[in-house]
């Protein structure tokens, strides 16, 4: 009896934490006001709870660790002896009595869209499983394990609570899934600029270290390393941010290949409020800002550039402006750059930036181009000083 009424709360509250999901969480708050004052709410809201907690590890895949740590939450939810999570080929976990069934259940986990019950045959009288209900976990649409809960009889109700309760277990398989993807694309967003760093710049800077080897070879071997050092920042592999200290620290080795080939052609001034310095943000989020700045000051110009790099302290804000004094550029392309049609590399690399920022930070946080033909160009990037999830890896 005490199995039945404790899977009956857990199916009421998972099925309202499975509403709350879809609906979202002021949805499901409002349903709880709506029974307030009742003895049920207490145990509803346990249950929120307890669900909660049983299907967080799962936004991190399903693994044996994130298993074990959901079936020790949901199995008591469910007032169940047993519980077993499974992915497609095997059983990652098994929680409660009677773990001698496990190899019977790992003989049972062929994909099926459906729940289904299974009658279990135990030579031990004292067994107290004598029944499965398998439902399947799916991530998005796609078939990614099993949730099995044992009883020592048959109980629909046990059933229903344990499709609720995979239901709910689905949603952050789902959003697990989500997470993935928007970290291989972050990935392939930071592969692109990677690719950008191109060969012409490459073979300049090269080509510029060696017109010093003979004349001074101080300055060969002081550009050769800051080269060596660039290039280890550029394609380094430990994590999507960085500090701007370290942002800055690339670009200054940057701006010095570029002065070795540019000359007296190129000025640079830097203002910077050492206060930001620790800030954290996307990494290479900067380099393609400037190197856009000496391409339309330098490049495309046959006139002295000048490049001004500001980083200020706006209270919650950290304000960075990279702007120069080149040829600009028409409304309408700038507005095909970011729509990534313009077909530029540098383009690419603006889209890119203006992309990832927006994803980190919300759509108020995108690149503010101010351009016109020949008026030069000024970008300005605003970076939240903290945001959850945001961290530099350690120096």
Not at 213 to 235: I, K, M, N, Q
Request: aromatic residues 4%; glycine residues 8%.
């Amino acid at each position: 009896m005490t199995v039945l009424v404790t899977a009956a709360l857990a199916l009421a509250g998972l099925a309202l934490f499975v509403l709350g999901a879809a609906l979202g969480h002021g949805a499901a708050r409002r349903q709880l006001e709506h029974t307030a004052g009742t003895d049920g709410t207490r145990a509803l809201a346990h249950a929120l709870h307890t669900a909660a907690l049983a299907a967080a590890p799962l936004r991190a895949g399903l693994t044996p660790d994130t298993a074990r740590r959901t079936a020790r939450r949901l199995r008591p939810l469910l007032g169940a002896p047993a519980l077993a999570l499974a992915d497609d080929t095997r059983v990652l976990v098994w929680d409660g009595a009677a773990e001698h069934h496990r190899d019977q259940l790992a003989t049972q986990l062929a994909p099926t869209p459906r729940p289904r019950t299974l009658a279990l045959s135990c030579a031990d009288e004292g067994c107290a499983v004598r029944w499965a209900a398998l439902v399947p976990l799916s991530a998005g649409g796609v078939a990614a394990g099993t949730l099995a809960v044992f009883a020592g009889a048959e109980s629909a109700t046990l059933l229903r609570a344990a499709e609720e309760a995979a239901r709910r277990l689905s949603v952050d398989l789902d959003l697990a899934g989500l997470d993935r993807a928007r970290s291989s694309a972050h990935e392939a967003e930071v592969r692109a600029l990677r690719a950008q760093i191109s060969p012409h710049f490459v073979y300049n800077s090269l080509a510029s270290i060696a017109s010093f080897v003979r004349t001074d070879p101080g300055r060969a071997r002081e550009l050769l390393l800051e080269f060596a050092e660039f290039t280890r920042y550029s394609f380094r592999r430990d994590g999507d941010f960085t500090t701007l200290a370290e942002e800055l620290r690339s670009i200054e080795q940057y701006l010095e290949l570029a002065r070795a080939r540019f000359g007296h052609r190129l000025q640079v001034t830097l203002r910077i409020a050492p206060e930001v310095l620790p800030v954290t943000l996307p990494f290479l989020c900067l380099q393609p800002l400037v190197e856009n700045a000496l391409k339309h000051g330098l490049e495309d110009s046959v006139e002295r550039s000048r490049v001004t790099i500001t980083a200020e302290d706006e209270g919650t804000e950290a304000r960075v402006v990279v702007e120069d004094n080149g040829v600009g550029m028409e409304p309408e392309r700038l507005r095909g750059i970011l729509r990534g049609t313009a077909g530029a590399s540098t383009g690419i690399g603006l889209s890119n930036v203006d992309r990832r920022l927006r994803q980190v930070y919300g759509d108020d946080h995108g690149l503010v181009i101010e351009t016109g033909v020949g008026a030069g160009t000024k970008i300005t990037v605003r970076v939240p000083k903290f945001r959850p999830g945001v961290q530099a890896p350690p120096p």
